[in-house]
């Protein structure tokens, strides 16, 4: 009778990396000879979820997420919990490792394998990841909202240059429109909450929830604050944590049995709730907002005093997106790009808001994906068959911004395809700067010219050229690249063949 491997997966946008990893696991467990099974926790919620019977009947739980995932179902069961990456670039190894060190899960706080349970080194990382994964759905689906009212709300001449913006509310399709908008607006306005509650629900659960939102809310509210501006991302990663770890400190008092029932579902989130407003309303909400105002204030005065400022935020947001392919480093970026946005749009308008992280960073999104498909292309002999094939999967999910598309090659020689990942999309995202492109909203990548609304100097072009630039550079990289460590390869067993001759 085969043993049996249940695993969970589960990335930070839930979109790639979840279900590549778990195609990973479960065709190389049945190359293997085990029963498996995959659970998958990705954006659109939990699926293939495990019964009670196939936990009980399970020899060894393997967690592969980059979010938190509660172990309450698996007490008693040996678990090994791990990063999704390990699941897609050594899944035999992991399974193996499983089966070898996986320790028994009793209860919260033990360690289990080679990571303590919510003591992880990079546990803060870990949450705001938490967080992000909820945020990104109503991010997109705000932004498409907001991009498809804007096509209709933009006036533009000849060139494609913008020359009036507004909606005729006194028309049925004007009004419409503008409601549209308005919707879209909403959305990023909720986003901020939505994120930091779900960031103190990986900190201390859903006691944590109501605390954070509230907070997050009233930190970017100028009106509750008495402000100018808002406190921006900054404000709610705060408040994330402050409420987060308040709860969790009300957790750990032993209540009074009588009101036990009551505790986790109206006394903790009461008294976290309005110790996160005292903290926010006499204390950091005041400075912190400042401080963002002063930011961007600073971004757009570098802007407009130095024509080249621009171009090298670009480049540098354009590289931290193609340098980890969908981990911190990229999300830091993309969400860098969506709160520079949002921020400036709250205290500017539109017309005063700050798009060059946002536009660079969705250029520079399919870069590394559609630059390793052009390489399979353009250097042939450099590749395997399976690789171009991957190639092939790669450019599908490049030319509808998945950057992780790009993951399996980026694996498999990292020293090659991450310098080209990052040369290749830092052109990118300086070059739609250059060309003063502003990203409005809609599908980050060549397409999004066409499905979405981009400010240009010319229709089409400037985007679908910058993109293109970057993904060239980035297929020639990895072209030389490739050849160089053939070449070194070559040598090495030359070497190698003279030293067994002259030992001979």
């Given at each position: 009778m ?6 969970i997966?589960g ?5 790639a ?30 699926e ?50 499983a ?6 899960h ?14 992880t ?6 949450h705001l ?18 991009a ?18 507004g ?5 049925a399709?004007g ?7 308005a ?24 006691p ?29 990663i ?13 957790k ?14 109206m006394?903790?989130?009461?008294l976290?709730?309005f110790?996160?407003?005292v903290?926010?309303?006499y ?11 002063a ?5 757009n005065s ?6 080249a ?8 947001i ?16 993309l969400?860098?790009g ?8 709250a ?29 399979t ?17 790669a ?18 020689k ?10 290749g999309?830092a ?18 990548s060549p397409?999004g ?10 229709p089409?072009v400037?985007w ?12 020639c ?13 070559l040598?090495?067993?030359a ?8 030992h001979a």
């Open positions: 085969s043993k049996k491997v249940l695993a997966t990335c930070a946008a839930g979109i990396h979840t279900f590549m990893a778990a195609e990973s696991l479960e065709s190389t467990a049945k190359a293997m000879g085990y029963e498996v099974k995959v659970e998958t926790h990705g954006t659109i919620g939990v293939n979820e495990f019964t009670a019977k196939e936990i009980q009947e399970a020899d060894v739980i393997i967690i592969a997420a980059d979010i938190d995932v509660s172990l309450d179902r698996f007490i008693d069961k040996r678990v090994l919990k791990t990063y999704v990456k390990a699941a897609i670039e050594d899944p035999e190894g992991l399974i193996k490792q089966f070898e060190t996986a320790e028994k009793s209860v919260k706080g033990e360690t289990v394998g080679s990571v303590s349970l919510g003591k080194n990079n546990s803060a990382v870990k990841m938490s967080g992000i994964s909820y945020m990104i759905p109503m991010c997109i689906s705000a932004g498409l909202l907001l498809i009212a804007n096509i209709f709300a933009f006036s533009a001449d000849e060139a494609g240059n913008l020359v009036n913006w909606f005729d509310v006194e028309t399709s009004l419409f429109l503008s409601k549209l908008f919707l879209g607006q909403i959305g990023f306005k909720l986003m901020i909450p939505l994120f930091a509650g779900f960031t103190a629900y990986s900190i201390a659960d859903r944590a929830i109501a605390p954070a939102m509230i907070g997050a809310y009233i930190i970017n509210d100028p009106a509750f604050l008495g402000t100018e501006a808002g406190a921006g991302f900054l404000g709610a705060i408040v994330a944590f402050l409420a987060g770890y308040i709860v969790k400190y009300l750990q008092i032993p209540w009074p049995k009588i009101i036990m029932p009551i505790v986790p579902i006394v903790i989130p009461l976290a709730t110790a996160v407003f903290v926010v309303f204390g950091i909400g005041h400075p912190i907002a400042a401080i963002m105002t930011m961007y204030d600073g971004l570098l802007s407009n005093a130095y024509a400022a621009p171009i090298l935020i670009g480049a540098l354009g590289a931290m997106i193609g340098f980890d392919l969908g981990g911190p480093v990229n999300k830091i970026a969400i860098f969506t709160a520079v946005f949002t921020d400036t749009v205290k500017y308008g539109i017309q005063g808001a700050n798009f060059v992280p946002g536009t660079a960073a969705q250029a520079a999104i399919s870069v590394a994906p559609l630059g390793a498909w052009l390489a292309k353009l250097f042939k002999n450099l590749f395997s068959s399976d690789q171009t094939v991957m190639g092939n999967n450019m599908a999910m490049g030319m509808v911004g998945i950057t992780e598309g790009a993951i399996p090659f980026a694996a498999s990292p020293l090659v395809f991450i310098p080209a990942n990052v040369i999309s052109v990118a995202g300086a070059l739609v700067t250059a060309f003063g492109a502003k990203f409005y909203g809609g599908l980050g397409l010219t066409f499905v979405g609304y981009i400010e240009q100097p010319m089409f400037p679908i050229f910058s993109i293109c630039v970057g993904i060239t550079v980035t297929a990289i990895i072209g030389f690249g490739l050849k160089q460590a053939q070449k070194k390869a040598r090495e067993a070497k190698e063949e003279k030293g067994e001759v002259a």
